[in-house]
């Protein structure tokens, strides 16, 4: 369950379930906008006015985030070196 105004955790996993490669490019514009929207309400939302289911999804989120982009980071064809 999601706090009012926030995306729900069952329409996260499935925008990321789904391939980008199965999506249209309306669809893709789609999740984007709408998940840069969470996440600018996630970051405004003070942790006190939050469900814990709330406060331990947007936890996942942001430590998936920062997983991601340390991987990016550390595949990035900048930084590979053979």
Do not use: H, I, W
Not at 5 to 25: A, H, I, L, N, Y
């Amino acid at each position: 369950m999601s706090d009012e105004g926030r995306e729900s955790f069952t329409d996260k996993v499935s925008k990321t379930v789904m391939p980008d490669s199965q999506k249209s490019t309306g669809d893709k514009y789609k999740d984007k906008a709408s998940g840069g929207m969470d996440s600018a309400a996630s970051s405004m939302q003070p942790d006190s006015t939050k469900s814990d289911s709330q406060k331990a999804g947007d936890k996942g989120s942001s430590m998936f985030e920062q997983a991601k982009d340390a991987a990016s980071n550390t595949f990035s064809s900048d930084t590979l070196k053979l």
